[in-house]
């Protein structure tokens, strides 16, 4: 099992420009979870999904879109970067099962900076 | 809405002592409480929850943490500190949403250092 998989680790963006930030996991998961992790501000959510096919918005959601178009897979897209989206981001997963267990697992992040 | 707070943005103990890093909380309801760590350059770590009954959770690395109703605490402690300990520790909430689905809130984290 490999868990919870962020591509790509790190990246470098011009203010304007696009990207999308894929997460995967193999542990057929219901919920995931954008996060993002600045210094002093902890982790807040972006937008999480509860199935496939299905997104809500979190904390902080402006600039951000999401989509969940298979169960294994959530995709958290930047139209058009800002340097206040420089931050590292977390993907993470949850079992959403009533008797399942209630931890999240997470990625490895990805370090993402926009000049 | 539920909330969780971390008072301290740092704690610093020495090895061997004992430690505690604290975490309050504000729900509605019975709480789903967690701990996770994250060490440099890495993803959280899932250490211990409390969901319901014992209120002296154990988990993983040594760490357990103590559920108190009536102060909305959920403090992590460990006896005896190592310096491998030393990373950034989070305690979450599960906030529970009308329509029966979740999401979970972090606290700002708290930074242990342990000093050998």
């Known amino acids: 099992n490999a868990g919870v998989t962020q591509t790509p680790k790190f990246r470098v963006l011009k203010t304007g420009q696009s990207m999308t930030l894929l997460c995967a996991q193999d542990?057929?998961?219901?919920?995931m979870y954008w996060y993002r992790q600045d210094p002093g501000m902890g982790l807040r959510l972006i937008h999480y999904?509860?199935?496939?096919?299905?997104?809500a918005k979190g904390e902080v959601p402006d600039g951000y879109n999401v989509s969940r178009l298979k169960k294994q897979n959530f995709l958290l897209g930047l139209e058009s970067a800002a340097p206040s989206q420089t931050s590292v981001y977390f993907c993470?997963?949850?079992?959403?099962?009533?008797?399942?267990?209630?931890?999240?697992?997470f990625g490895p992040g990805t370090r993402l900076t926009v000049t | 809405a539920q909330s969780v707070a971390q008072p301290e943005d740092q704690v610093n103990v020495a090895e061997g002592n004992p430690l505690t890093v604290k975490c309050t909380y504000s729900?509605?309801?019975?709480?789903?409480l967690f701990w996770y760590v994250q060490y440099p350059n890495r993803g959280l770590q899932f250490l211990l929850k409390?969901?319901?009954?014992?209120?002296l959770v154990k988990g993983s690395y040594g760490f357990e943490a103590e559920f108190n109703k009536s102060q909305t605490s959920f403090h992590l402690k460990k006896p005896s500190a190592l310096v491998s300990d030393s990373a950034l520790y989070f305690c979450?909430?599960?906030?529970?949403?009308?329509?029966?689905?979740?999401?979970?809130?972090f606290g700002t984290g708290t930074r242990l250092k342990v000093l050998a």
């Open positions: 993470a997963s949850s079992t959403g099962l009533a008797g399942g267990s209630h931890e999240q697992y």
């Open positions: 542990m057929n998961h219901e919920y």
């Open positions: 999904s509860v199935g496939e096919g299905t997104t």
């Open positions: 729900v509605s309801g019975n709480p789903y």
């Open positions: 409390y969901i319901t009954g014992d209120n």
């Open positions: 979450a909430v599960r906030d529970f949403e009308t329509s029966g689905t979740y999401k979970y809130i």
